[in-house]
């Protein structure tokens, strides 16, 4: 697997909206979950959103819920995070982020085998 690129971030003013795209060429849903983590400036990379694709469930941090919505599109091997109603705590570099299922906690950064390029999103008030 291999992220080929990620693109969607930008500036946007709090309350406004953001779609990330991620190109993961050799992805598989089968055997794999992918997801989101992203990292602030002074702060841990953490995880936002998670697609676990043995169970097709969509997973996501709590500051989250409600807010952001994780896609995967198999056939085109690509991954979204539609964000919406977005706060000035959103701002962060995004990374999209793929593990071989069964091999990762949730959210745990260091168990993630694939790492995409980040992409910045800046919410102003």
């Known amino acids: 697997l291999r992220f080929s690129w990620a693109s969607g971030g930008g500036l946007v003013q709090a309350g406004g909206s953001l779609r990330l795209s991620c190109a993961a060429s050799?992805?598989?849903?089968?055997?794999?979950?992918i997801g989101w983590f992203r990292q602030a400036p002074g702060k841990e990379r953490e995880g936002v959103s998670w697609?676990?694709?043995?169970?097709?469930?969509?997973w996501y941090t709590d500051s989250v819920k409600g807010r952001f919505t994780i896609s995967v599109d198999n056939a085109k091997n690509m991954v979204y995070l539609q964000m919406n109603s977005l706060k000035n705590e959103d701002t962060a570099v995004y990374y999209c982020?793929?593990?071989?299922?069964?091999?990762?906690?949730?959210?745990?950064?260091?168990?993630?085998?694939?790492w995409g390029r980040g992409t910045q999103v800046t919410v102003s008030s």
């Open positions: 982020a793929a593990a071989v299922a069964g091999d990762y906690d949730l959210f745990d950064s260091d168990d993630m085998d694939y």
């Open positions: 050799g992805f598989t849903c089968d055997d794999m979950g």
């Open positions: 697609f676990s694709c043995d169970d097709e469930r969509p």
